[in-house]
């Protein structure tokens, strides 16, 4: 199996970042996923965490996945890489484009996207898991969005696209709990 590599772009480990991370580990195994641009030792139980950038790596025979990459991950490709590199932040909706920073600075890895709309970080790489088991994009369910009701009688609306599995969509456990408790947003 690949290596899972989450650069983490955020200024902290927010808690969705916890429960997204904890999440990828669960999908791909702790002894596939590396953090880097990251001294948290709360991330050291889900992955390898490096403090270094992937950008100073140069590793060889890596991905980048960008939503703005002009080619799409093919599951015959998929299975030649050996480094998947993801941009660990919180995606803007309409995105931002904030990964297409980190694909000019690792100019040695090639960029590919999942299609052209957004994923949380963990079903980026679950859908990149997928296809590297031979599975193509268009044979992945999925749903557009979710909305999320708050105990406080609103509801937030994750503009992201998710995995449906089993007719429910795959999301990083406890990260509906945690917004349904949020007072602000």
């Keep these: ?17 916890v429960l ?15 953090f880097t641009n990251t001294n948290s030792s709360r991330l050291a139980k889900f ?3 490096i403090p270094e950038s992937v950008t100073t790596m140069n590793l060889k025979n890596a991905c980048l996945l960008d939503l703005a990459a002009p080619v799409l991950l093919e599951p ?12 660990g932040i919180l995606g ?4 931002a484009g904030r990964t ?6 690792i100019n040695w890895a090639q960029s590919r996207n999942l299609g ?9 790489v679950l859908v990149t898991k997928k296809i590297t088991e031979g599975m193509p994009l268009e044979k992945i369910k999925f749903i557009n969005q979710i909305e999320v009701e708050t105990k406080f009688g609103e509801s937030v609306i994750l503009p992201y696209k998710y995995v449906v599995e089993d007719g429910k969509p795959v999301v990083a456990p406890g990260l509906i709990e945690m917004l349904a408790a949020q007072k602000e947003f």
Aim: glycine share 4%; hydrophobic share 35%.
């Design 100 to 105: 297409k920073i980190l694909a000019n600075k």
């Design 116 to 124: 052209p709309d957004q994923f949380s970080t963990d079903t980026a």
């Design 92 to 95: 803007d909706h309409p995105a």
């Design 76 to 87: 015959n490709e998929a299975k030649t890489f050996d480094y998947y590199i993801f941009g």
């Design 20 to 34: 997204e991370y904890r999440h990828i580990s669960q999908i791909v195994g702790k002894e596939n996923l590396w």
């Design 47 to 49: 992955g390898k965490a």
């Design 1 to 17: 199996m690949p290596i899972f590599i989450i650069e983490h772009l955020e200024p902290k480990v927010y808690q969705w970042c």
